[in-house]
């Protein structure tokens, strides 16, 4: 099946500076790679996501590449605030099924 | 629309005790999920519904039973409750997509605790 493996596990940024995130996986006819946010106690909402026929997708300031070449694709938060503090997952998907990264919890210092 | 609904949002449960947790979805979408969330493990899927009258295993399917009531419901059962099982668990559904790819809806989550 898919391997997801996600990077860093942690991350801590000073406001106003870049934080990304990254993700490999292992199964080439993956075609739908989202991007969820976790906030404590709270369910997990899709914040960007990005098809294995596009390069890159930008939403303000959120931004997400995918290689499909190397098999990976990475998270971009730039101009950060205290707000983005929260668990980030990156998954891959094969039809119905979902593989997921296991989290990256980012920490924005105001 | 209220989305996708979990019952209910915490449990204490004995080692052996049986349970059935309940989700529904008023979007009208085929797919549905069942996922564990373990700290530092991300989510994991136990069992998934392409559509009304099928459903599928997924990485961690064993102790866990499901049964798709209709389009609306997709209920997860844990027969003989183990310590293993104490986990925070998400149902989410899907719509239909071009080549499957649509975005999944997560409910609140139901914190289970087997002691």
């Known amino acids: 099946g898919e391997n997801v493996e996600q990077h860093p596990s942690t991350l801590s940024v000073q406001e106003g500076d870049s934080a990304v995130i990254k993700c490999t996986y292992s199964?080439?006819?993956?075609?739908?790679f989202p991007w969820y946010k976790q906030e404590l106690g709270k369910r997990p909402q899709l914040i960007i996501d990005?098809?294995?026929?596009?390069g890159e997708k930008k939403d303000q300031r959120i931004a997400v590449t995918l290689n499909k070449t190397a098999k990976h694709f990475s998270l971009h938060i730039t101009e950060t605030q205290p707000e983005d503090s929260a668990v980030y997952f990156c998954?891959?998907?094969?039809?119905?099924?979902?593989?997921f990264g296991t989290g990256t919890s980012l920490t924005v210092i105001p | 629309n209220a989305g996708v609904t979990q019952t209910p949002k915490f449990q204490v449960l004995k080692t052996g005790q049986s349970m059935t947790l309940q989700c529904a979805q008023d979007?009208?979408?085929?797919?549905m999920y069942w996922y564990r969330q373990d700290p530092g493990m991300g989510l994991r899927l136990i069992y998934y519904?392409?559509?009304?009258?099928?459903?599928d295993k997924g990485e961690v399917p064993n102790g866990y039973n499901v049964s798709r009531l209709n389009k609306r419901e997709f209920s997860l059962r844990l027969e003989s409750a183990a310590p293993s099982q104490t986990s925070v668990y998400f149902c989410?559904?899907?719509?239909?997509?071009?080549?499957?790819?649509?975005?999944?809806?997560f409910g609140p989550g139901t914190r289970l605790t087997v002691l």
């Open positions: 989410a559904s899907k719509r239909p997509g071009r080549e499957g790819v649509a975005e999944q809806f």
């Open positions: 199964d080439s006819a993956s075609n739908y």
């Open positions: 990005i098809r294995s026929n596009v």
């Open positions: 998954a891959a998907g094969i039809g119905n099924q979902f593989y």
């Open positions: 979007m009208n979408h085929n797919s």
């Open positions: 519904s392409a559509s009304e009258g099928t459903t």
